[in-house]
T-cell receptor, first 113, second 115 residues
Framework: GDSVTQTEGLVTLTKGLPVMLNCTYQ??????LFWYVQHLNEAPKLLLK?????KRTEHQGFYATLHKSSSSFHLQKSSVQLSDSALYFC????????????FGLGTRVSVFP | DTTVKQNPRYKLARVGKPVNLICSQT?????MYWYQKKPNQAPKLLLF???????READTFEKFQSSRPNNSFCSLYIGSAGLEYSAMYLC??????????????FGPGTRLTVL
């Protein structure tokens, strides 16, 4: 079956430093990858999405590139802010519309001054 | 308004008692989903409604019921709560836009504690 792996459970870093959150996936279908961000006591919100191989997608300073050859969709930011402290989920959809998402465990990012 | 609302935000239930969770959206989305998230686990799809058609995951088929009386509302029903149902329940919705995939909009979740 499908799966999504996020290797870091918790990432702590200082404001202004770069961050990369790992996401790899397994599927036998054509993948569509998503990154969702969830701030404390709020709803998860879509951050990035992509189904195009080797094309960088960007939003709010975050960026990711889907690499089908390595089944990866890592999330990066060059300079984190305090407001980036949140839970980040990588998710996979692969069988068209009206199907559920397969999520990773999530990575909690804590940014300190 | 692109929000998905969930009520209540926190729910306390007794073992063996029924539980009903409510989700609503005013975006005219055709599909509504329910996910369950437990600590240190990934969110897991329980079921979804595509228009009026209910689709339930095979491994949770008998544990959860749902209804969608109109396009805006969707409920998740547990007939007899057990301790294992303690979790965060996330509702989401989406609208088919002609492509293969569409963004799912999530609510803030209902945290269910079964005692």
């Amino acid at each position: 079956g499908d799966s999504v792996t996020q290797t870091e459970g918790l990432v702590t870093l200082t404001k202004g430093l770069p961050v990369m959150l790992n996401c790899t996936y397994q599927t036998t279908y054509s993948p569509f990858l998503f990154w969702y961000v969830q701030h404390l006591n709020e709803a998860p919100k879509l951050l990035l999405k992509s189904s195009t191989d080797n094309k960088r997608t960007e939003h709010q300073g975050f960026y990711a590139t889907l690499h089908k050859s390595s089944s990866s969709f890592h999330l990066q930011k060059s300079s984190v802010q305090l407001s980036d402290s949140a839970l980040y989920f990588c998710a996979l959809s692969d069988r068209g519309y009206a199907q559920g998402l397969t999520f990773g465990l999530g990575t909690r990012v804590s940014v300190f001054p | 308004d692109t929000t998905v609302k969930q009520n209540p935000r926190y729910k306390l239930a007794r073992v063996g008692k029924p539980v009903n969770l409510i989700c609503s959206q005013t975006m005219n989305h055709d599909t509504m989903y329910w996910y369950q998230k437990k600590p240190n686990q990934a969110p897991k799809l329980l079921l979804f409604y595509y228009d009026k058609i209910l689709n339930r995951e095979a491994d949770t088929f008998e544990k959860f019921q749902s209804s969608r009386p109109n396009n805006s509302f969707c409920s998740l029903y547990i007939g007899s709560a057990g301790l294992e149902y303690s979790a965060m329940y996330l509702c989401a919705s989406s609208r088919e836009l002609g492509g293969r995939y569409a963004e799912q909009f999530f609510g803030p979740g209902t945290r269910l504690t079964v005692l």
